[in-house]
Every structure is written in structure tokens, then in C-alpha cells.
């Protein structure tokens, strides 16, 4: 049974840092790419970055974010992070990590198809 299950969340003063973490089971880790989802309060979930499955893994991160958060992975632990620094108010959300069943680098695509539970981000001014 596939099982995604984000960790790291917390609240936080605006300009601080934090990585969030999503540890899989359940289905062959290193096939999938993966990506990372936020929605905010009355808001559309949001992507925000991508990672390829096979080396070399290609990362993508989406302008709302880039420069800020980065994406990495760890095949031998089935880990998928997400560094995220310079955090300011507006990126209060829950964030979820998902099992990507279409990637494409070069145009920016990312859609997750399987869906951990979320973890909350607060961030305060």
C-alpha cells in the first residue's frame, strides 16, 4: 500500500528557514519522481517544486518559490525534501508531497497523482 507521510512542519518568524521531509513506502521509490504541494486557507493547491526519478534527477522549481525552495531527494532512505528559506507570512499553507505521475522539466509540469497527508507550515511576522 502505497503510504506518503510528510514530517517537519512547525511554525516559524518570517525570514527563518525549515525542510520539510516525506518518507514512502509501499511502492518502488526511486521509479516515481516526486513532487511538493501546498494550499493555503481559502486558496487552489499550489506546486511548488519537482524532482525527476532516475539519475541524473532533474529538479524544477516554480517561480512563486524559486530562488527559495529547493527540492532534493534520497533514494536509499525513500526521502523527499523540500529546503525552504526566506519564509515569509504568505507561505502559510499545509504542505503535501505526492508521487508524480507526469513530470516534464521542460515545460514545467508536475502532476501528482498519489498524496501524503499534509504537514502545516505557519509562518508569522
Known amino acids: 500500500q502505497l503510504q506518503l507521510v510528510e514530517s517537519g512542519g512547525g511554525s516559524v518568524q518570517a525570514g527563518e528557514s525549515l525542510t520539510l521531509s516525506c518518507t514512502a513506502s509501499?511502492?518502488?521509490?526511486?521509479?516515481?519522481?516526486m513532487g511538493w504541494f501546498r494550499q493555503a486557507p481559502g486558496k487552489e493547491r499550489e506546486e511548488l517544486a519537482c524532482?525527476?526519478?532516475?539519475?541524473?534527477?532533474?529538479?524544477y522549481v516554480f517561480p512563486s518559490v524559486k530562488g527559495r525552495f529547493t527540492i532534493s531527494r534520497d533514494n536509499t532512505k525513500n526521502i523527499v525534501y523540500l529546503q525552504m528559506r526566506s519564509l515569509v507570512p504568505e507561505d502559510t499553507a499545509i504542505y503535501y508531497c505526492?508521487?508524480?505521475?507526469?513530470?516534464?522539466?521542460?515545460?514545467?509540469?508536475?502532476?501528482?497523482?498519489?498524496w501524503g497527508q499534509g504537514t502545516q507550515v505557519t509562518v508569522s511576522s
Open positions: 509501499g511502492f518502488v521509490f526511486a521509479d516515481w519522481p
Open positions: 505526492a508521487a508524480v505521475d507526469y513530470y516534464n522539466h521542460a515545460d514545467g509540469v508536475c502532476d501528482g497523482s498519489y
Open positions: 524532482v525527476g526519478a532516475s539519475p541524473p534527477t532533474s529538479t
